[in-house]
């Protein structure tokens, strides 16, 4: 239907399709885990036998930006009719007490002056009450200088009035500013994937702005929520780690004008650090994404959020380029936004291939390989060009070491090559020579 009405063309959700067909169901083997953070960003948890409900209505005007619309409108319409129906009580009374309400006789005596002019019953103490706080004159009842106590009453429904207004107002436009409906044009990836990157397992997702208003001071923030057990044996059922954003710049910023691919390094020190292809499907943890930042146009502090499960992210799969240069300028194809491709990697985790490595250096060293190999070059560096020694023997200084035998040279055709100890020696040998002499 989305792409009939043209807002997201045919090759997204075909591909879409193909992706969950292809993607093994791993949810239906077992029972469905609880998300921390939903798909949308909303929190998924439930606050139950708070006691102290006073402490809402020290923050009403918090209290009634959170709620619901439906409940924020029926406040709404709920605080004016009573307040009307407040004063319209009082300016009944008032008109009671000073005896307009009596009936009169057209041809006895005139009657006195009203405290306010038309009001006969309830009904009109109604309509001059909604006349009075939302300022509507129609010329029928007016408020005259009899009665002292109705003008005071008029002076205290105006100024109810105008806080009522203003409260209202302001909860109405709180709620239609609000900073997550910025984020709605925020999108994620609806997969993370586990890729190797600089011959590293590397997780990844991707992230992108729909709009051309750009997020000021955008900063992106994952933690791993999960299930631990301490030393002591106490059970934190939700355990929040942090995760290194992997940047150049050593911080979390990043410049959201296209969109991006985050990536976290899978190294020592990483809470993923012993994550594998088969202890994957059985992981009970849940990575969430926040990124902040400030609208341009209005500079409103907005967040969005997602998350991952282990459902959700993909082993040895990564994200296809959808940025173009055409005609001068970068283009961005949204359809491949999600789009997944396979590559060939490692089912190990990222621990078990430093051991692994580390047990194949190790007997690399034992070793003695012929021919050329790596050799250190300072610094924890490695080099080419230098030749393996056994490991037994002593080093050697450059200038002890062998020559070539003389008859490999010259059948090679190279130039014979004279150490620098030879050359002393003749030097000397002709000095004493001279001296004899």
Request: with cysteine.
């Amino acid at each position: 239907m989305l792409a009939r009405k043209g807002l997201l063309p045919d090759g997204f959700l075909l591909t879409r399709l193909a992706e969950d067909q292809n993607q093994p169901n791993r949810s239906r083997s077992r029972s469905q885990r609880a998300r921390f953070i939903t798909k949308t960003g909303s929190c998924n948890v439930a606050h139950k036998n708070i006691r102290e409900q006073g402490r809402f209505l020290q923050d009403v005007f918090t209290t009634m930006v959170d709620l619901k619309w439906q409940h924020s409108l029926l406040i709404f319409t709920s605080a004016f009719l009573c307040s009307w129906m407040l004063f319209a009580m009082i300016w009944w009374l008032v008109a009671f007490a000073h005896g307009d309400l009596e009936p009169h006789d057209p041809d006895g005596e005139p009657r006195p002056i009203p405290c306010v002019t038309a009001i006969h019953s309830f009904t009109s103490a109604f309509l001059f009450s909604i006349e009075v706080q939302v300022t509507i004159g129609f010329g029928g009842r007016m408020v005259t200088e009899e009665c002292p106590l109705a003008i005071t009453v008029l002076i205290i429904q105006n100024i109810l009035g105008l806080i009522i207004n203003a409260v209202m107002l302001g909860c109405v436009f709180m709620k239609t500013a609000q900073a997550n409906r910025r984020a709605e044009t925020l999108i994620f990836s609806r997969n993370a994937v586990i890729a190797p990157r600089n011959g590293r397992p590397t997780f990844m997702f991707r992230v992108g702005d729909l709009r051309k208003s750009m997020i000021i001071s955008a900063t992106i923030q994952l933690q791993v929520i999960r299930r631990t057990v301490t030393a002591e044996g106490e059970v934190i059922p939700v355990c929040q780690l942090d995760i290194q954003v992997e940047n150049p710049l050593r911080s979390n910023g990043i410049f959201l004008v296209s969109p991006l691919i985050i990536s976290h390094t899978m190294e020592r020190g990483s809470p993923l650090y012993e994550l594998s292809a088969q202890s994957l499907a059985s992981e009970d943890l849940e990575i969430i994404v926040i990124l902040e930042g400030v609208v341009e146009t209005t500079g409103i502090t907005m967040q969005a959020r997602t998350s991952y499960t282990p459902e959700e992210i993909l082993w040895g799969r990564r994200f296809v380029s959808i940025i173009t240069e055409e005609d001068g300028r970068y283009c961005v194809d949204y359809s491949k936004f999600g789009n997944t491709v396979p590559v060939r990697m490692s089912s190990l985790s990222a621990k078990e291939l430093d051991q692994t490595r580390g047990v194949q250096e190790g007997s690399s060293d034992s070793v003695n390989p012929q021919g050329w190999g790596l050799v250190r070059a300072g610094r924890g560096g490695f080099r080419r060009g230098g030749r393996t020694c056994d490991s037994a023997a002593a080093p050697q200084p450059w200038y002890t070491q062998s020559e070539k035998p003389e008859k490999e040279v010259e059948q090679r055709g190279e130039k014979k090559k004279v150490q620098l100890e030879v050359i002393g020696r003749q030097i000397e040998e002709d000095a004493l020579g001279e001296m004899s002499d």
